[in-house]
């Protein structure tokens, strides 16, 4: 079984300035890990995704997020947001034996001040 | 494209009515999901559906009763249900490979339970 803690519930930020949004995980197999996103009153949209390869992903709306294995984390950034990021973000993993089952964080909101 | 659709949008309903919540996706994938997300917490998993049949079911109450009549719908069958089952009812989709998997969301179906 496998576990996800993002350690920040919010996350004021201004407008222009960087943001870092932290996530750890647990299991004992190897995972696949996710950054999802929830704008208010929306479903889930995929932001990114580390499935294999490049520990540095890339997603859209300028979010990346870097895979550290030996930390076991999977920090999302972005060097400058906007207004229109602020939204409810989560990271999700699922092991690689069952994709199926995806273990969520209890989110982060991401509210970006003018 | 990535999209799974949902009706209604909203829904209110008695405790004595019966109705339905639709997900549609025409990606070709063989996996489809619901999930129930209360405010300010993530998705839990109700029941998958892996080429049309029910492979995980979470120990959902029975007044919730879910149905893939094809490989593109996924329903999910109300009734008697209670105040406390008021939620954003999810959908989700994947191509259900056993490794690499990734979900697709839709934009959820807010219901309220009078």
């Known amino acids: 079984a496998q576990s996800v803690t993002q350690l920040d519930s919010q996350v004021p930020v201004f407008e222009e300035a960087p943001v870092e949004l932290r996530c750890n995980y647990s299991?004992?197999?190897?995972?696949?890990l996710f950054w999802y996103v929830q704008y208010p009153n929306q479903g889930l949209q995929l932001l990114l995704k580390?499935?294999?390869?490049?520990?540095l992903v890339k997603g859209i709306n300028g979010f990346e997020a870097e895979f550290n294995k030996s930390q076991t984390s999977f920090h999302l950034r972005k060097p400058s947001v906007h207004i229109s990021d602020t939204a409810e973000y989560f990271c999700?993993?699922?092991?690689?034996?069952?994709?199926?089952?995806?273990?969520f964080g209890s989110g982060t909101q991401l509210t970006v001040l003018p | 494209d990535t999209e799974v659709t949902q009706t209604p949008k909203h829904l209110v309903m008695g405790m004595t009515n019966k109705k339905s919540l639709k997900c549609e996706q025409h990606?070709?994938?063989?996996?489809m999901y619901w999930y129930k997300q209360k405010a300010k917490k993530p998705p839990e998993l109700m029941f998958v559906?892996?080429?049309?049949?029910?492979?995980i079911n979470e120990s959902v109450p029975s007044r919730f009763s879910p149905e893939c009549p094809n490989s593109s719908l996924l329903n999910l069958h109300l009734h008697a249900l209670q105040p406390e089952d008021s939620a954003l009812y999810l959908c989700?989709?994947?191509?259900?490979?056993?490794?690499?998997?990734?979900?697709?969301f839709g934009p959820g179906t807010r219901l309220t339970v009078l």
């Open positions: 989700a989709s994947s191509q259900d490979r056993r490794n690499r998997d990734t979900q697709y």
């Open positions: 299991s004992s197999v190897s995972v696949y």
């Open positions: 580390y499935l294999s390869g490049s520990t």
């Open positions: 999700a993993v699922s092991d690689q034996g069952s994709a199926r089952q995806l273990t």
């Open positions: 990606m070709g994938h063989r996996a």
């Open positions: 559906y892996s080429y049309e049949k029910l492979s």
